[in-house]
């Protein structure tokens, strides 16, 4: 997927926005005037992805301050909206070193220390030790997890705070995610507010320190028991799946959201871009898919020691989506020493990673959102002529247009002018980001509430998947035109 359809559509779209010089509303409009709509999709989907992707961030966030808390929040089941399944590593841990006088194992449920011999008996079956129960007539043992269902602690609404929340009693907002996801926009504000000028400073940063957590969290995870069964079940091929299209039609929607295709980002800043789009495109593409690669090894070690703790498949724990980062991994770093520390090392680089990707998403809402955009960062070119102007400061939109020419043209002839115009334009951009984040949080409060994660759920499925796909075939549709 990456080759066929990754690698060819990053390319065209670096080839587009670099050309033309322009954002995606007007460079797909000069390519064909029929497909000038196509602009306009692009940046409506973006807007979707940006409001929702922050709520992620959010998320982040409200782990991230949880890590520096003595007893990390999601490895108890004390809270008051945990369920009677709610199964926590560290009191089971607990009930195991206090079974000395108990005739069988005991283990954590229902919010105490119960007899394993208890729980089997309740099914018709005896006890046999933590992790089975025996069928007596079969003498076939049964695992624990076939008897009862158990929620971990990280699962058990610990951020989302869910309740008896329904589509028509959405509850109320939760301050806590509501001051993390304000938090977040106006982080994101301040890395923006100059436009790709500061932006590209910030992600020196965010694009180099995930490499060096993961590297720590690689080198931790494979001295941890068990790791190398998670990395063989992570490079272990399962041929049979390669048969179904599901397989193929998720390979394809994460091809186009990692390489952030069909999203308007990679066409704004390519044209900004000076370099060889060829030589940007395969290097991009070959260091997106060797992290994506790289953070796997790291992920699955760590998962290959979660099961071995919980005496389970590495399958069982090796959930997809937001529960790889908010369940699976929060409830392993509670097995491991110093858990507070690789927990803020964790949630700190998934902060920077969600940080640098909502930079491109407003990028690409403010260049929808601005006649001219690229004139409202542009530098003005040294060693001019500095040619007194010949007409008033209120006319200097006049000398804009969609055309670059005219701006190399006016930047060059007009410095005084051009000096008050940058002025005036630069203000005009950062009133226009400060519109576009105060949107997009005033639109994303709703996913905050307790049953906010069903319009979570609902945006994720119906832009993130096969919007950005028909987006990205009527790409492919356009280039070959």
């Known amino acids: 997927m990456v080759f066929i359809i990754g690698l060819p559509i990053f390319f065209a779209e670096l080839y587009i926005g670099q050309y033309s010089g322009l954002g995606p509303n007007k460079a797909y409009a000069r ?41 990390l929040g999601w490895g108890r089941c004390n809270q008051e909206y945990n369920t009677y399944k709610c199964f926590s590593g560290l009191e089971d841990a607990t009930c195991k070193l206090n079974n000395s006088n108990a005739p069988t194992d005991l283990i954590y449920w229902n919010q105490t220390c119960v007899e394993i ?19 007596s007539e079969t003498q076939e043992d049964i ?14 609404e610990y951020v989302l705070g869910i309740g008896n929340a329904t589509w028509t009693n959405w509850g109320y907002p939760r301050w806590q995610l509501v001051l993390c996801l304000l938090l977040a926009w106006i982080i994101a504000f301040f890395c923006v507010i100059k436009g790709i000028q500061s932006a590209g400073k910030v992600v020196y940063f965010t694009a180099l320190f ?46 186009f959201y990692s390489f952030g295709i069909a999203c308007n980002s990679l066409v704004t800043f390519a044209s900004y871009n000076q370099n060889n789009c060829h030589t940007d495109a395969i290097l991009v593409s070959v260091t997106n898919v060797s992290t994506a690669v790289f953070a796997g090894f790291a992920i699955f070690s760590i998962l290959g020691f979660m099961a071995h703790n919980m005496d389970v498949s590495v399958s069982t724990v090796a959930a997809e989506g937001p529960g790889l980062a908010f369940i699976a991994y929060p409830e392993a770093v509670l097995l491991m020493p110093l858990p507070q520390l690789w927990a803020v090392c964790f949630f700190f680089m998934m902060f920077i990673l969600g940080m640098g990707s909502q930079f491109g998403g407003i990028e690409a809402i403010n260049t929808g959102l601005l006649p001219t955009p690229h004139v409202y960062l542009a530098p003005t070119p040294k060693n001019i002529p500095k040619t007194p102007p010949n007409k008033k400061a209120q006319m200097v939109r006049n000398f804009f247009t969609n055309s670059p020419e005219t701006f ?16 005036q334009m630069a203000s005009t951009f950062q009133q226009v980001t400060a519109g ?3 949107f997009c949080f005033v639109a994303a409060l709703p996913m905050v509430c307790n049953g906010g994660v069903y319009m979570f759920t609902l945006m994720e499925w119906h832009t993130a998947s096969w919007a950005i796909l028909l987006l990205g075939f009527a790409e492919v549709n356009m280039a070959k035109n």
């Open 408 to 423: 190399s043209f006016f930047f060059s002839y007009h410095r005084p002018l051009a000096t008050f115009a940058k002025t």
């Open 210 to 255: 995930p490499y060096v957590t993961l590297t720590a969290l690689l080198i931790r995870g494979a001295t941890l028991e068990g790791a190398i069964d998670g990395i063989i079940f992570y490079i272990k091929p399962d041929w049979e799946r390669l048969l179904s299209p599901a397989v193929w039609a998720d390979a394809a929607s994460q091809t």
């Open 117 to 135: 011999g208890t729980i089997c008996s309740e099914s018709g079956f005896l006890g046999v030790n933590a992790s089975f129960c025996r069928n």
């Open 143 to 156: 695992p624990i997890r076939n008897v009862i269902h158990r929620v971990l602690a990280s699962e058990d």
């Open 436 to 438: 576009t984040c105060l």
């Open 31 to 71: 390519m064909s005037p029929f497909f000038e709509g196509l602009g306009a999709c692009t940046t409506l989907v973006i807007t979707f992805v940006t409001i929702y992707y922050m709520v992620i961030v959010a998320w982040i966030l409200f782990y991230l301050f949880a890590s520096f808390t003595p007893n």
